[in-house]
């Protein structure tokens, strides 16, 4: 594929180098992009909006929602033979501090342009620049309900839902902060500079995945109903960035060459299988419970490679100076990570009186992951100067190599508690309230063993002369080692939220819902590495050194982040029909932690014949 190319274009004459993507002491699984829906059930939400979405199910009563309680859920208003759901929302962006640019002191609101430059430049710290990427979720989803058979089979219901993910954005690097609390990177595009580098060349990332399911639901007698469900995800993600430059002849300068070239493919799978079972217990009690697993597997193929050649003339050619710089690195990664999930929920609605009616639910979920990957680097560069003004002569030669091989497996497990409470109150024929409370516990840890073997080497020499003494200096160093990387990551996270909707109805055309949400999380990460080196050989300056079996901690400080957000809900619902509904929604939300704001859009269609 792209190693092909990149071996054409590191053997065509142009001497190898530049930065490959030295891991030291780092590991392979931190290169891999994980996604929400990775290893997770796949819902249609339709109120799934930044900040309400992962508080709703279990709160709010509707047949959509009701399926991540159990599939049996899925027979609905039975008065209702037929149910269809369609929806379209805007993308959510995430922001990446790009440390590396002039520290500029920019407001949230104040524009880019070159004035503005010119007049902040002086503020204080810490603004900075950041460029942005947009994350993987659908942005359109869907789902149709019928009855089949009702003659034959009037206690059948089946349905089908579908969810589509795509995107091309610019081409972007794994976020560096993937596995740290994603509050702290999730800034809106608005609160600093959106940017892209932008080269000639390709720089693009395209993203397509599919998420449909099966559903179907059976009254087995006037009490209780079973239910089945069956879902498959579909995804790919595919980018390359690369450019190419020549400067072509000059009078000063006869060759720049410089090229790059990154690519990153991941694939992900999964089948999801999931049972259900509902029914009356009592007078105006509802119960029921659903049992689900999912197998899938994620892989990762990155590669990338550089190219630099910039030359003004030889010392022979040009006996007054001259400068010569070649470099080149190559790269691959592969990355694969398999398992399953199981997940289960339990749930009890009681209607209070004719006019209230409380849900309270439990869902679990439990994740083990078998990881593995291998990796290899290789990395030169080679650069000479010289320069002579009169009797003065300065040269500078310059050479370094790098080689890092490294294979690797480990374990990953993920477990999710989520306990929702929520009441549906019917205030007047016009109004409807809801009330709720959902509070969530999560830990997921990583465990992963790579064997490494580096080789690096670097070299520089200084020679000048002041016009009577010649003058010299030497540094060389060498290092190898043979050694296995442990990496031990644990992330938990705990979250109380509390959405309030209210629901009134102008006329038989038109309906408002407005909402709140706030959402208060406590995130606390550990992060350590553990090289265990059976050799190590250091040189430097002639000077050598050896060392067996013994081992160094890279311990990083544990992080603690706590967030409040909130979230608004404001939409509208016209019925043109009696049984159709187009729904427009729109959710502001701020969070303390990022000091951000931003808005989502969202536009339903409801039919019900």
Known sequence: MRKTTLLLLLAAGITQAASGQYYDRGTIQKNFETTDFFFTPSWVNPFGLDGFGPAVAGVVGDRLLDLQLSPSLARGDAERGTYAYLDFRGARQRTQPQYDYRVYALADDVALTESSVRSDMYYPYPGYWQSSYRLAEPVMTGAVFTRPAPSLLPGLTAGFTYSLVTDDQAYYEVPSGIYRNAESADAAASAGVPITDIYSGSDQMHTIGHFPSLI????????WNVGARLAIARFNRDGEFGNFYSQGQSPWQNESVSSQFNARNQEYRHTDLSIGVDGQVGNGAHVGASLGRLSGTGTQYSDGGSLYRHEYGTPDELPTGGSIYRSGSLSDGDITRDGSTTYGSVFLRRDLDQDRRLTLAYRGTWSDLTLSGSSLVTDSSYSFSQSMHRDNLYRYEYAHDLYDSRTGEGEGTTRNHRISAGLEWTLSP??????????????????????ATVTQWSYWENQWNDGSTPREELNSSRREEVKEVQWTFSHRRASLQVPIMLWHTFSEHFELVAGVTRRMTDVKIADETLALFDHRYLEANGRETTEANFGERYREPTEYATEVATSLLVGLTASPAPNFDIRLLASPQWSSLTNTRRTQWWLGFQLRP
Request: net charge negative; glycine share 6%.
């Open 430 to 451: 016009k109004n409807r309230l809801v009330l709720g409370a959902v509070g969530t516990h999560s830990l997921e840890t990583i465990d992963t063993r790579e064997d």
């Open 216 to 223: 179907a639901s059976y009254e087995v007698s006037p009490r």
